[in-house]
């Protein structure tokens, strides 16, 4: 069976077939087990030696911005860490719909 009838068995398009094809040809079925378009690495993760020098600083009393410069990572990614570890207290949060 050639590329085109498989391709037009599969209901895939000729480009979809080569690309199956060569993953089969390069390692076997083992190619042809879904994969997950996760990115094994991103930007806002915070690995455990990281997250030890970040909760150093906050105690630190440093600011979560200069932490994030420090560090190379987003306020965003440095605020959520930090929320996670140790939320602020109810009383220092502000109530939902309340008057200045």
Excluded: H
């Excluded at 590329?3 to 060569?22: C, E, H, M, P, Y």
């Excluded at 420090?70 to 996670?84: C, D, E, H, M, Y």
Aim: aromatic fraction near 4%.
């Amino acid at each position: 069976m050639g590329i085109a009838a498989a391709d037009s068995a599969a209901g895939v398009s000729t480009q979809r077939a080569r690309k199956w094809l060569a993953r089969y040809e390069a390692t076997g079925d083992d190619g042809l087990v879904d994969r997950s378009f996760r990115a094994l690495r991103t930007r806002n993760s915070i690995d455990a030696e990281l997250a030890e020098r970040i909760k150093g600083l906050g105690r630190s009393r440093v600011r979560l911005r200069r932490i994030a410069s420090v560090f190379g990572r987003s306020l965003a990614t440095i605020s959520r860490f930090v929320n996670q570890v140790e939320p602020l207290p109810e009383a220092g949060r502000r109530a939902s719909g309340a008057a200045d």
